[in-house]
């Protein structure tokens, strides 16, 4: 079945550093959604990407997704102590279906 | 306020128990999910339901139950057949219908600890 994997599992970047993820996945998707998840909160949708090699921007928040649609990263320029969270990937194989896998999620810890 | 709603956010069991996880939502979403999260695994899908009368299992469907006799609907049910039931529980919702835009809106949790 459709597996999604995220890497890394943590990070800890000191305040003002730059902070990717990167989510796989084993079959060609059709979108893939970011969510965040602050520290006991629920996952908050961040952002769909649809088409192939497809950049969208949100501030200091860059999102990719591969040209064959089977990878996709979250890029934050400058991390704040408010980009603490979990940050997940989640992807759809179909457009029928609306079931999406999510990855296991990237836990950034800032450094003040 | 439109959202989704879930309760209590604590629950306390003792095993052996079955016990009912309540999930409401007011946005006129078609989809509904229900997902289970553990430290370290991300969120695993345990069932999901795409219109009022049906639902599918996820990937770890195994000792819990669901109904969705309404659109609003969609309580979880964990069994005393789930082996290790303890852990943070989240209902979510979408437009659904195959759109192509189809982002989730999650509830608050229930963090459910077995005895």
């Known amino acids: 079945g459709q597996q999604v994997m995220q890497i890394p599992q943590y990070q800890h970047v000191q305040e003002g550093e730059d902070f990717t993820t990167y989510c796989n996945s084993s079959t060609t998707l059709s979108n893939i959604q970011w969510y965040k998840q602050r520290p006991g909160g629920h996952p908050v949708f961040l952002i769909q990407?649809?088409?192939?090699?497809e950049v969208k921007k949100q501030k200091r928040l860059t999102f990719q997704f591969g040209e064959a649609k089977k990878n996709s990263s979250l890029h934050i320029t400058a991390t704040q102590t408010t980009d603490v969270g979990t940050y997940f990937c989640a992807g759809r194989e179909g457009n029928r279906d609306d079931k999406i896998i999510f990855g296991k999620g990237t836990r950034l810890h800032i450094l003040p | 306020d439109g959202g989704i709603t879930q309760s209590p956010k604590y629950l306390f069991r003792k095993e052996g128990q079955n016990v009912t996880l309540s999930c409401e939502q007011n946005l006129n979403h078609d989809a509904m999910y229900w997902y289970r999260q553990d430290p370290g695994q991300g969120l695993r899908l345990i069932y999901y339901?795409?219109?009022?009368?049906?639902?599918q299992k996820g990937d770890i469907a195994e000792g819990y139950s669901v109904s969705r006799e309404k659109k609003e609907s969609f309580p979880l049910t964990v069994t005393s057949a789930q082996k290790n039931p303890t852990a943070f529980y989240l209902c979510?919702?979408?437009?659904?219908?195959?759109?192509?835009?189809?982002?989730?809106?999650f509830g608050p949790g229930t963090r459910l600890t077995v005895l």
């Open positions: 979510a919702s979408s437009k659904g219908a195959g759109r192509t835009y189809n982002e989730q809106f």
């Open positions: 339901s795409q219109i009022v009368n049906d639902f």
């Open positions: 990407l649809v088409k192939s090699g």
